[in-house]
């Protein structure tokens, strides 16, 4: 009698449970799913709903403010995701692998950046840039996002090495390799799935930031976020919305390969194991 | 011997902890000494910078005006910051009570909506809540209010704004901490008699903890920095702190005072990190 109570009041929870959690889900996906509605509204700005259209996804492409600041947050993204994980990758390791003098200050100088509020870095960083005259532009936001990107890339690295002592390392230089050559064919291969989120990280970090990349901007161009910072006061046009529309596609198909991928890959390594 | 140990070790170490190294004390330390400098200088007739001591731009920063934004961003980061916990640990704990691939599954299922652009975002509650848009509608032709209600450009949008944004930065943290408390540990206090709730405050919640606290860090901060929601949803009209940081680097053109205010944020991130390091280590914060 009690048993089946209990069993009762737990199926009871577990029924509670379930409806919060979606009601949860619901309100992170309404704004991405209002988001992707407006992108079809029939008017000029999204004042209210005016019928259904695609001519956005028609007229995106003539709209050369968009698109062009869509490739400028891209090519900043790619540049700050490159640079990052590659001065992210070797730090971690020289981080994690030598020990000397003031070590434990740049351990926690990567922390700041994480943690302080980005406005603060942004203008820290701007009154510097203006103080020794560097001209603002493309390499002030691309130092900006790197000198966030970095520290993620860093600390996503740093935990996944493993902590075995080299021994793998030690065997491939007593075995006549280089540093170099060790560095890419045995360090490199086994901290990879790190150096991949990393990469990952970065990339849509740089890509989605507002703060740096308006502080750090000059008049010329902006980033699309940016952009759309600035449109608020008029309201945002329903083609920024078909962009993000297509984006947000486009990101949930990748990952959905990459898994694909993974999961394949995976399974031919257990086969080949078992050969 | 000498320039063998230099070749084998003080090389590489440089070669591979050199450049993040030069890049943090290049980007990171100077930057910020600059700015706690910078905060005791004072402001010139023509917005510039007077390269002489002052404690001028702390002075202001307790005049009323300035005094009642810091109050209100703290506020509103406090409350955000309480609302996440509140929403986010039962939202968390369902998560972790699910089997290890259902858990990373649902786990995925909240970064997802965080790939669409945070601003895009945002204005989709403005389009929601507009004069004219979809919640007036349904509220006018249910007969619930006559003439529209002005959601837009209030502290209320600004917030749910706050709250949406933040939500899994403090569900993470907190879902980690849970899913790795053992559950023997539960089951020995159902087994000595304790009831669910006792368990949970005697066992869940303080073993967690340190999950919470990660998570209390990792929203109060940016919350209190934060100046897109409030540009995107309050329309000019909500003040935080991010908000005058930056008019104060733009159009108001006072570095010493926008200086004075980040050092304020710097202090206040410093003492949290205190306080956590205190019972937990910085490496367990989960930032990620």
Redesign the interface.
């Known amino acids: 009698m009690s048993i089946s109570r209990k069993q009762k009041g737990k199926r009871r929870q577990e029924l509670l449970?379930?409806i919060?959690?979606v009601a949860?889900?619901t309100?992170?996906?309404?704004?991405?799913f209002?988001?992707m509605m407006?992108s079809f509204n029939n008017q000029r700005y999204?004042?209210?709903?005016n019928g259904f259209t695609t001519q956005w996804y028609a007229k995106l492409f003539n709209n050369s403010a968009v698109i062009g600041s869509l490739w400028y947050s891209v090519v900043i993204a790619v540049l700050a995701t490159v640079i990052s994980v590659t001065?992210?990758t070797?730090?971690a390791?020289?981080?994690k692998?030598?020990e000397?003098r003031?070590?434990k200050f740049?351990n926690n100088?990567?922390?700041?950046?994480?943690?302080?509020?980005?406005?603060?870095?942004a203008?820290?960083?701007?009154?510097?840039f203006i103080?020794i005259g560097l001209s603002l532009g493309m390499g002030t936001i691309l130092?900006g996002h790197?000198?966030f990107c970095?520290?993620?890339a860093?600390?996503?690295i740093k935990g996944r090495i493993s902590g075995d002592g080299y021994s793998l390392e030690e065997a491939s230089m007593d075995l006549g390799a280089n540093?170099i050559k060790t560095f890419l064919n045995v360090t490199l291969p086994s901290i990879m799935p790190g150096v991949m989120s990393a990469a990952f990280?970065s990339f849509?970090l740089s890509i989605?930031d507002?703060?740096m990349s308006?502080?750090l901007a000059g008049a010329k161009n902006s980033t699309?976020?940016v952009l759309?910072?600035s449109m608020?006061k008029t309201g945002?046009t329903p083609d920024?919305?078909a962009l993000?529309t297509i984006?947000?596609l486009f990101?949930?198909i990748a990952?959905i390969l990459n898994n694909f991928i993974r999961n394949a890959l995976k399974k031919r390594a257990k086969m080949e194991e078992n050969i | 011997m000498q320039k063998n140990t230099f070749k084998r070790k003080t090389l590489p170490s440089l070669a591979m902890a050199g450049p993040v190294s030069l890049w943090m004390i290049l980007f990171v330390t100077l930057p910020m000494l600059y700015i706690i400098y910078i905060s005791f200088m004072s402001r010139g007739v023509f917005g510039d910078v007077v390269y002489k001591f002052s404690l001028e731009s702390y002075e202001t920063l307790l005049d009323s005006t300035y005094f009642k934004v810091i109050l209100k961003s703290i506020k509103a980061a406090f409350v955000t910051t309480v609302l996440c916990i509140l929403i986010g640990y039962p939202f968390a704990y369902y998560i972790a009570k699910k089997p290890k691939e259902v858990a990373s599954k649902l786990i995925m299922l909240i970064m997802i909506p965080f790939w669409t652009n945070s601003l895009m975002r945002l204005n989709s509650w403005l389009l929601l809540f507009q004069t004219s848009g979809p919640v007036n509608n349904f509220l006018l032709s249910t007969g619930f209010i006559d003439t529209p209600m002005s959601f837009v450009y209030t502290d209320g949008l600004v917030m749910v704004g706050m709250i949406t944004n933040m939500l899994p930065f403090a569900v993470l943290p907190m879902y980690s901490s849970i899913e790795k408390l053992s559950r023997s540990l539960l089951e020995a206090s159902a087994d000595l008699g304790a009831s669910g709730r006792t368990t949970f405050f005697n066992i869940t919640l303080p073993l967690t903890f340190p999950g919470i606290f990660s998570s209390i860090i990792l929203v109060f901060i940016p919350s209190l920095g934060i100046y897109t929601v409030t540009d995107m949803l309050g329309g000019g009209k909500v003040l935080y702190i991010g908000n005058i940081i930056k008019n104060q680097f733009g159009s108001i053109r006072n570095w010493p005072l926008g200086a004075a205010l980040s050092v304020l944020l710097i202090v206040i991130t410093g003492l949290l990190i205190y306080i956590y390091t205190r019972f937990a280590k910085i490496e367990d914060m989960e930032v990620l």
């Open positions: 449970g379930t919060y959690s949860i889900y309100i992170l996906y309404i704004p991405v209002v988001m407006f999204n004042y209210y709903w001065i992210g070797i730090g390791l020289g981080l692998k030598y000397f003031g070590k740049i100088m990567l922390y700041i950046p994480i943690i302080v509020p980005e406005i603060v870095m203008v820290a960083l701007l009154i510097i103080k130092i790197c000198t970095i520290p993620y860093v600390v996503t540093r990280l849509t989605d507002v703060v308006n502080m699309l976020p759309i910072l608020n945002v920024v919305n993000t984006m947000i990101i949930v990952m």
